[in-house]
């Protein structure tokens, strides 16, 4: 079975010290996520908490989406989440990092990811299309 490209570009994310832990994902669902040995032990210690948040604000993203919401953070202990929407859904690419992180790489390099993967499913979506 050949590799999902979106999960390799979630694993050139991980490569960034400043990013703790990343994935695709919706409301109550994780879409796309790189294996979690290569997220940072101390994220893993609370994730049940920030799981849990974040299905919080995927009910704002739902709610808001389609009227161009385009990113959305929280701070959550030690951590920030990142949510970077992929337009007119309800799905994000999500980014866990440091609190204190000095986010203007961060940002530049999860907008790249974000369009990279965008790139990705629409390919897919015109495969199925053609299908």
Do not use: H
């Amino acid at each position: 079975m050949k590799d999902d490209p979106i999960e390799d570009v979630l694993d050139d994310l991980l490569n960034y010290d400043e990013i703790l832990a990343c994935m695709v994902a919706r409301l109550n669902m994780i879409s796309v996520m790189p294996d979690q040995e290569r997220f940072d032990p101390d994220v893993m210690k609370i994730w049940d908490i920030i799981k849990r948040a974040m299905d919080d604000v995927f009910g704002v993203i739902r709610e808001y989406s389609q009227a161009g919401l385009g990113e959305i953070e929280f701070r959550l202990q030690n951590y920030e989440v990142l949510f970077y929407v992929f337009p007119d859904t309800e799905n994000a690419l999500v980014a866990i990092v440091p609190a204190l992180s000095n986010k203007g790489l961060i940002e530049i390099e999860l907008e790249n990811a974000r369009r990279e993967i965008l790139k990705i499913m629409e390919e897919k979506e015109k495969t199925l299309i053609s299908q």
